[in-house]
C-alpha cells in the first residue's frame, strides 16, 4: 500500500510513541513556524492527532495542508510522522521577493538610521553616494532609492566600474556611433547613460573609474549630456547617479587619483553604510532570511542550531552580508541533515570564534603571540580566497600584493591547510 503513495524527496520525519512529549519534532515545528501563524500550528497539530487516533493499525494517510505536506503512517505502537514543502509551493514562492524599504531587513539603530535618510531622498534628484565596505549591500540600497523615485518605472541600469577594462569603459558608457572603431556593432551602440535616460544609473566602485573617463562623468553630471565615441555633437540625457565605493574618496584626490572637483558633484548626498559587525541585531533575521530563500529555492527545509546564530553573532564577517549570504548557502548545500550545526561550520569559523575568546577568556589557554598571529594570518588569506575565488580580490580586499596570496596559499597546502 505505501508503494502507492507519490512520496517525494527530503521529508522530516519525527516517531510519536507513548511516551513523546510532542506530536512534532522541533524541525518539524520549524518547518511549521515558516508557513503558518501560532492559530494555526495549533490547528494543526490537533487535527493530526486526531487523524491518528482514528487511524488504524498498519494504516498510512497522507494530507495535504498547502504549502505543508504530511504524511502518517501507524505501525504496532510506533506513529511515523513526515513533513514536507509541496515542490509546486515552493517553486510558486521561490519567485525573487520584491524589495520594500519597510520590510528590508535593518533591525539595528544603524541601518534604521539608513532606512530613514533612504525614505527621505529618493523623492529628490540629488546625486548619491553610497559609502561601505564590500559586501555591506550598497547596490541593494541603490536598487531601494531607485523604487521610492519619481523615476520607479524607468530603467535601473549598474556598472561595476572596476570589472570592465578601461579600454571598454568608455563604450559601455556613453556608447559609439557607427564605424568609430574596427569590430564595432553596427550601426553603432547606445551607452549605459542613454539607455538609461529618464532612469538611474549606477556607479558601484566608482573610484576605480579612470582619470579620462571622470571628465565625462563630470559633464553628464553639470550638463546633463553625454558624447558617444566618433560624436561631434552632445546628446542629452537625463539620469539620476547614484555612485558607490569601499575606498576612501578622499585620500584618492590627495593622490591625485580622483578629481576633487567629480567629488564634490557625487558627494550631494552620502550614506554611510555599517559593516554587518556593527548590525549584530540583524545578523539573525538576515540569517533566517537567506535560509528561507534556499528552503524556496531547493524545496529542502532546514533550519539552523540556536547555538549557529549565536556564533553568527560573535563573528567579524569581514565579508559583510554578501560573505553571510554566501556561508549559508555553502551549509545548505553541504549539510545533509536538516538542522545545521556547529560542526557543520567552516574549519576557520571554529579557530577564528573559539581560539579568539579561549585566548583572552583562560589564563592557561595563552598562546604565543607569534603563533596567534600566524594562526590569525593563515585563517583570514583562506577566507578571502574561499569568498572571492580570486587570489587577486583577496589580495585586494586584504590590502596585500597578490604574490603574498599566492604564496601563502602555497605554503597551507603544503601543510595541509
Given at each position: 500500500m505505501?508503494?502507492k503513495?507519490?512520496v517525494?524527496?527530503?521529508w522530516?520525519?519525527?516517531?510519536?510513541?507513548e511516551?513523546?512529549?510532542?506530536?512534532?519534532?522541533n524541525?518539524?515545528?520549524?518547518?511549521?513556524h515558516?508557513?503558518?501563524?501560532?492559530?494555526?500550528?495549533?490547528?494543526?497539530?490537533?487535527?493530526?492527532?486526531?487523524?491518528?487516533?482514528?487511524?488504524?493499525?498498519?494504516?498510512?494517510l497522507?494530507?495535504?495542508?498547502l504549502p505543508?505536506?504530511?504524511?502518517l503512517?501507524k505501525?504496532?505502537?510506533?506513529?511515523?510522522?513526515?513533513?514536507?514543502?509541496?515542490?509546486?509551493?515552493?517553486?510558486?514562492?521561490?519567485?525573487?521577493?520584491?524589495l520594500?524599504?519597510?520590510?528590508?531587513i535593518?533591525?539595528?539603530?544603524?541601518?534604521?538610521?539608513?532606512?530613514e535618510?533612504?525614505?527621505?531622498?529618493?523623492?529628490?534628484?540629488?546625486?548619491i553616494?553610497?559609502?561601505?565596505?564590500?559586501?555591506?549591500?550598497k547596490?541593494?540600497?541603490?536598487?531601494?532609492?531607485?523604487k521610492?523615485s519619481?523615476?520607479?518605472?524607468?530603467?535601473?541600469?549598474s556598472?561595476?566600474?572596476?570589472?570592465?577594462?578601461?579600454?571598454?569603459?568608455?563604450?559601455?558608457?556613453f556608447?559609439?556611433t557607427?564605424g568609430s572603431?574596427?569590430?564595432?556593432?553596427?550601426?553603432?551602440?547606445?551607452?549605459?547613460?542613454?539607455?538609461?535616460?529618464?532612469?538611474?544609473?549606477?556607479l558601484?566602485?566608482?573610484?576605480?573609474?579612470?582619470?579620462?573617463?571622470?571628465?565625462k562623468?563630470?559633464?553628464?553630471?553639470?550638463?546633463?549630456?553625454?558624447?558617444?565615441?566618433?560624436?561631434?555633437k552632445?546628446?542629452?540625457?537625463?539620469?539620476r547617479?547614484i555612485?558607490?565605493?569601499?575606498?576612501?574618496?578622499?585620500?584618492?584626490?590627495?593622490?591625485?587619483?580622483?578629481?576633487?572637483d567629480?567629488?564634490?558633484?557625487?558627494h550631494?548626498?552620502?550614506?554611510?553604510?555599517?559593516p554587518l559587525?556593527?548590525?549584530?541585531?540583524?545578523?539573525p533575521?538576515?540569517?533566517?532570511?537567506?535560509?528561507?530563500?534556499k528552503?524556496?529555492?531547493?524545496?529542502?527545509?532546514?533550519?539552523?542550531?540556536?547555538?549557529?546564530?549565536?556564533?553568527?553573532?560573535?563573528?567579524?564577517?569581514?565579508?559583510?552580508v554578501?560573505e553571510?549570504?554566501?556561508?549559508?548557502?555553502?551549509?545548505?548545500?553541504t549539510?545533509?541533515?536538516?538542522e545545521?550545526?556547529?560542526?557543520?561550520?567552516p574549519?576557520?569559523?571554529?579557530?577564528?570564534?573559539?581560539?579568539?575568546?579561549?585566548?583572552?577568556?583562560?589564563?592557561?589557554?595563552?598562546?604565543?603571540?607569534?603563533k596567534?598571529?600566524?594562526?590569525?594570518e593563515?585563517?583570514?588569506?583562506?577566507k578571502?580566497?574561499?569568498l572571492?575565488?580570486?587570489?587577486?580580490?583577496?589580495?585586494?580586499?586584504?590590502q596585500?600584493d597578490?604574490?603574498?596570496?599566492?604564496?601563502?596559499?602555497?605554503?597551507?597546502?603544503?601543510e595541509?591547510r
Amino acid at each position: 500500500m505505501i508503494h502507492k503513495l507519490k512520496v517525494q524527496d527530503n521529508w522530516i520525519l519525527h516517531t510519536v510513541t507513548e511516551e513523546s512529549d510532542s506530536m512534532f519534532s522541533n524541525p518539524q515545528i520549524d518547518l511549521l513556524h515558516s508557513c503558518f501563524n501560532g492559530e494555526e500550528v495549533e490547528f494543526i497539530t490537533n487535527m493530526t492527532k486526531k487523524k491518528i487516533e482514528s487511524l488504524e493499525k498498519h494504516g498510512i494517510l497522507q494530507i495535504e495542508i498547502l504549502p505543508i505536506q504530511v504524511f502518517l503512517a501507524k505501525a504496532d505502537e510506533k506513529t511515523f510522522i513526515a513533513l514536507s514543502m509541496l515542490k509546486k509551493q515552493v517553486e510558486n514562492t521561490g519567485e525573487k521577493e520584491e524589495l520594500d524599504v519597510e520590510t528590508f531587513i535593518a533591525r539595528s539603530a544603524k541601518m534604521k538610521e539608513v532606512m530613514e535618510i533612504v525614505k527621505k531622498i529618493s523623492y529628490v534628484d540629488s546625486s548619491i553616494l553610497l559609502l561601505g565596505k564590500s559586501g555591506v549591500g550598497k547596490s541593494m540600497i541603490a536598487k531601494l532609492i531607485h523604487k521610492y523615485s519619481t523615476r520607479a518605472k524607468r530603467n535601473f541600469i549598474s556598472i561595476n566600474c572596476g570589472a570592465i577594462p578601461e579600454a571598454l569603459m568608455e563604450a559601455e558608457l556613453f556608447g559609439y556611433t557607427h564605424g568609430s572603431f574596427t569590430g564595432g556593432q553596427r550601426g553603432g551602440k547606445k551607452g549605459i547613460f542613454e539607455s538609461a535616460d529618464e532612469g538611474t544609473v549606477f556607479l558601484d566602485e566608482v573610484g576605480e573609474l579612470p582619470l579620462n573617463l571622470q571628465v565625462k562623468l563630470l559633464e553628464v553630471l553639470q550638463e546633463n549630456c553625454i558624447r558617444p565615441i566618433g560624436e561631434t555633437k552632445l546628446i542629452p540625457v537625463n539620469v539620476r547617479v547614484i555612485a558607490a565605493t569601499n575606498q576612501n574618496l578622499l585620500e584618492l584626490v590627495q593622490q591625485k587619483k580622483f578629481r576633487e572637483d567629480l567629488y564634490y558633484r557625487l558627494h550631494v548626498v552620502p550614506i554611510e553604510i555599517p559593516p554587518l559587525c556593527d548590525r549584530i541585531d540583524d545578523i539573525p533575521h538576515l540569517t533566517r532570511h537567506f535560509l528561507k530563500q534556499k528552503i524556496n529555492k531547493y524545496g529542502i527545509f532546514k533550519t539552523f542550531h540556536p547555538e549557529v546564530e549565536e556564533v553568527f553573532k560573535r563573528y567579524e564577517w569581514p565579508g559583510n552580508v554578501r560573505e553571510l549570504e554566501n556561508i549559508i548557502e555553502r551549509l545548505f548545500i553541504t549539510t545533509e541533515e536538516n538542522e545545521i550545526q556547529l560542526t557543520h561550520l567552516p574549519s576557520f569559523f571554529h579557530s577564528l570564534s573559539e581560539n579568539a575568546s579561549s585566548c583572552y577568556d583562560k589564563e592557561s589557554d595563552i598562546i604565543p603571540l607569534k603563533k596567534a598571529k600566524k594562526m590569525l594570518e593563515k585563517e583570514l588569506i583562506v577566507k578571502a580566497y574561499d569568498l572571492y575565488k580570486s587570489t587577486y580580490k583577496a589580495a585586494r580586499a586584504l590590502q596585500v600584493d597578490q604574490s603574498t596570496i599566492v604564496k601563502k596559499l602555497k605554503e597551507f597546502r603544503e601543510e595541509g591547510r
